[in-house]
Each structure stands twice: as structure tokens, then as C-alpha cells.
């Protein structure tokens, strides 16, 4: 599967974007999804992960409350709300695919099969 992430872009403190990540092929509705963040110089970090059918979620704590990740199976889409955005959530994020069902395991990076290629969020003071 390839997986397009896109609405990144510059957004002031306290605001709202939302990111979508598109995905090709057929099988979409076959893999857990998940968001993850890389701020420069600094290691990539799990922010949120969905199952198959949507129904189940989890979150970092440092996104809890601001950040809720959904998804589209007819539109082979994942989006991740992002509201009351902090300075500290500037980063690319990154949409993947994990062929795996929802486990305890959705927030390790090593877990994912499939990557998108990140989009930039940055967040003003």
C-alpha cells in the first residue's frame, strides 16, 4: 500500500489543522493505521493509532484531549484532528500501516509495514 499524508502547514498556537493520508489499493480496511511525529532533532514519537474498522483508538498522552484520530474506509483515508496546537507539536508527521490487527503494540514504530512520505506541521507562538 502507499499512503500520501498531506495537510501539514504553518498554524498559530491554539489553533486547528487537520491531516489526511491517503492510501492506495484495495485492501485498506486490512490495516491498522497509525499517526507518528518526528520534531527536528529528535526521535519519532507515537501520537495516535486506529483499528481496522475505526472502533478502537488510543493516543499519546502529551495529544490527549487535543488530537483524535478517524478514519474513512470507503475513502481509504486516516485523518488526525489536531485542535488547541501547542508550539511543542511541530513536527512531520507521518501516517503508516500496520498489516497487524489492533494490539498493544500500535505505538511502536517497528510494528508499521508501510510509511507515507510525512508532512510538516509547525506551530507559531
Known amino acids: 500500500v502507499q499512503l500520501q499524508a498531506s495537510g501539514g502547514g504553518l498554524v498559530q498556537a491554539g489553533g486547528s489543522q487537520r491531516l489526511s493520508c491517503a492510501a492506495s489499493?484495495?485492501?485498506?480496511?486490512?490495516?491498522?493505521m497509525g499517526w507518528f511525529r518526528q520534531a527536528q532533532g529528535k526521535e519519532r514519537e507515537f501520537v495516535a493509532a486506529?483499528?481496522?474498522?475505526?472502533?478502537?483508538?488510543t493516543c499519546a498522552d502529551s495529544v490527549k484531549g487535543r488530537f483524535t484520530i478517524s478514519r474513512d474506509n470507503a475513502k481509504n483515508t486516516v485523518y488526525l484532528q489536531m485542535n488547541s496546537l501547542k508550539p511543542e507539536d511541530t513536527a512531520v508527521y507521518y501516517c503508516?500501516?500496520?498489516?497487524?490487527?489492533?494490539?498493544?503494540?500500535?505505538?511502536?514504530?517497528?510494528?508499521?509495514?508501510?510509511w507515507g512520505q510525512g508532512t510538516l506541521v509547525t506551530v507559531s507562538s
Open positions: 486506529i483499528s481496522r474498522s475505526g472502533y478502537s483508538t
Open positions: 503508516a500501516a500496520d498489516r497487524a490487527g489492533y494490539s498493544d503494540y500500535v505505538r511502536n514504530g517497528d510494528e508499521y509495514d508501510y
Open positions: 489499493g484495495r485492501t485498506f480496511s486490512s490495516y491498522t
